[in-house]
C-alpha cells in the first residue's frame, strides 16, 4: 500500500451502504474498527441517497448500542452512473468495500475509478463472469498503479478458497487435489437467501456462452495436474448426496491455484467442489426446480417470472425479503485432501497421504459475508508487506495467501480447523 494512499482521509468507504448486504457490511466495520490501523480505523459510508445512508448509520448505532457513530461516521453522495462523483468517493478511500451487486450492473464502474484514482476495492462477487472480465480488462492497468482489486471476498469465495490455501498448508508434503463438501442449515427460523444472490444466478446461466469466450481471451495454457486427475461423483465419503457446486468457488480457486503456480512456482492443487443436498426426496426436489430453472433462464419472459416469483421457483431457499437476524443458520465446508507425503516422489506412483479439514461459520450471506468481507480489508490495510508484490486484479487466495487471515477470520467466527 503506497505510503501516500495513509494521507486519504478515510482507510474504508462501504460503496453501497445502504443495499441490504452493505447495511451488514456496515455494521461489522463499526464493530471492528479498533482493528484498523494503530486501533483506529477511519471511515466512511457512501452511496445515491442521504436519507437512506444517515438511516443505515443510525441503524447500526442503535445495533451496537454506540451512538457516537451518529455523529462520527461521515457520508458521501456517489452514485455508478455519475463517474465524477465516484472519481471523489475514490479518492478520499484507501480501499472502497464494493457492495452494489449484482456486479455484472453496477461493479465496472466502481472497478474504473479505483484503478484510475489509486484506490484499493473489495467486493463480494460471486459471478465469475464479472470476475474474470474485470481481471482481463483492469489488470495490468492496476499492476502499473499499485492497487489491489480483489473480487469474491464474501463467502463466495473466501471459505472455499483460502479453505484449500489453508488445508494445503497444513498437509506435510505437496497437496494435489482437495474436494470441498458444503453444507447448510437453516436455525430455528428456517433460513433463506436474499434474492440478489438468486438475479445473480440467472444471469450467469443465462450469460454462460460469454464466459466461455471471455476464458479464451486469456489464451492460458492448462495448469499441470499432479498426482490422480479428480473425478466427479454424487455419493461422497460423507455418506450424504452431494451434487456439483453450482457458485463461483470453482473459478475462484482455480485462479489462485493458477497464481501460485504460475508466479509463485508451486504445485497447483486440483479442486472439486460439491454441495451435500441430504436424502433422496431433496434430490428430486433440486432436480426438478434445476430442470424449471434452466428451461426459464432461457427466455426473457421466463427469467422475468423466476425473478419475480424467487420463493416459489426455489422452494423458499431465496426471497426477496431476505433472512431475518433471528434465523441462527449457518454453514460448513469439509474439505477432503489427498497427496504425497513428505519424502514421496509427487511423479512416482498414487497419492499416498490424506487430510481432512472443516471450515465452518454463521449464516453465509449477511452475518458470514460481512464478516469475511471485513476481514480482508484489514488484513489488507495492516499486513500490505505479505500481499502480492505487484498489484493486479486478484482473488482472495492469490492476495491473502502470505498473510494472517485465518486466524483474523478465525477470532470473528468463521473457524479453520484440521479434523
Known amino acids: 500500500l503506497a505510503v501516500c494512499l495513509f494521507h486519504r482521509p ?22 471492528t474498527a479498533s482493528e ?9 459510508v457512501a452511496g445515491r441517497n442521504r436519507t437512506k445512508l444517515e438511516k443505515v448509520v443510525e441503524q447500526a448505532a442503535g445495533a451496537l448500542s454506540k451512538p457516537e457513530l451518529k455523529s462520527e461516521v461521515d457520508i458521501l453522495i456517489a452514485d455508478v452512473g455519475d463517474p465524477d462523483s465516484l472519481a471523489a468517493m475514490c479518492k478520499q478511500a484507501v480501499i472502497v468495500l ?26 463480494i462477487s460471486g459471478e465469475p463472469q464479472f470476475l474474470e472480465s474485470m481481471q482481463l480488462n483492469y489488470h495490468d492497468q492496476a499492476a502499473e498503479k499499485g492497487v489491489y482489486i480483489v473480487g469474491s471476498c464474501g463467502f463466495d469465495s473466501i471459505p472455499a478458497d483460502i479453505g484449500v490455501i489453508y488445508t494445503r498448508d497444513q498437509f506435510k508434503g505437496t497437496l494435489t ?9 437453516a436455525g430455528p427460523e428456517g433460513g433463506c437467501i436474499h434474492d440478489g444472490t438468486w438475479q445473480s444466478a440467472i444471469y450467469g446461466l443465462a450469460d454462460s456462452d460469454k464466459l466461455r469466450s471471455l476464458r479464451k481471451k486469456f489464451g492460458h495454457k492448462p495448469l499441470p495436474v499432479v498426482g490422480t486427475k479428480i473425478k466427479r461423483r454424487c ?23 493458477r497464481y501460485l503456480n504460475e508466479e509463485l512456482n508451486e504445485s497447483p492443487v486440483q479442486y472439486g467442489a460439491y454441495v451435500g443436498v441430504g436424502g433422496i426426496s ?54 477432503l485432501g489427498e497427496g504425497y507425503t ?11 497421504g490424506k487430510i481432512r479439514t472443516l471450515v465452518k461459520g454463521p449464516e453465509a450471506g449477511y452475518v458470514a459475508t460481512p464478516i469475511a468481507m471485513v476481514q480482508a480489508a484489514l488484513t489488507m490495510l495492516n499486513e500490505s508487506d505479505s500481499l502480492p508484490k505487484t498489484g493486479g486484479v486478484y482473488t482472495p487466495g492469490a492476495t491473502f495467501a502470505k498473510t494472517t487471515i485465518v486466524d483474523r477470520l478465525n477470532k470473528h467466527g468463521i473457524q479453520f480447523s484440521v479434523l
Open 36 to 44: 484498523g490501523p494503530k486501533g483506529n480505523l477511519k471511515w466512511a
Open 177 to 185: 487435489s482437495i474436494e470441498s463438501f458444503l453444507t447448510a442449515s
Open 282 to 335: 431433496n434430490i428430486f426436489k433440486l432436480v426438478f426446480a434445476g430442470l424449471m430453472f434452466f428451461f426459464l433462464v432461457k427466455f426473457s419472459f421466463g427469467r422475468n417470472l423466476l425473478m419475480k416469483f424467487p420463493e416459489f421457483f426455489s422452494f423458499g431457499f431465496f426471497s426477496k425479503e431476505g433472512p431475518t437476524r433471528k434465523q441462527g443458520a449457518s454453514f460448513r465446508f469439509i474439505f
Open 235 to 257: 455419493v461422497n465419503e460423507l455418506q450424504q448426496y452431494a451434487i456439483p457446486f453450482m457458485g463461483s468457488d470453482p473459478s475462484v480457486v482455480k485462479r489462485t491455484q
Open 98 to 123: 464494493s457492495c452494489v451487486g449484482p456486479y455484472r450492473f453496477f461493479g465496472e464502474p466502481v472497478v474504473k475509478s479505483c484503478v484510475e484514482n489509486g484506490t484499493h476495492c473489495i467486493d
Open 342 to 352: 513428505e519424502g514421496s516422489d509427487p511423479s512416482e506412483g498414487k497419492p499416498n
Open 10 to 31: 478515510y482507510h474504508i468507504v462501504i460503496f453501497g451502504a445502504s443495499g441490504f448486504t452493505g447495511q451488514f457490511v456496515v455494521e461489522e466495520v463499526a464493530r
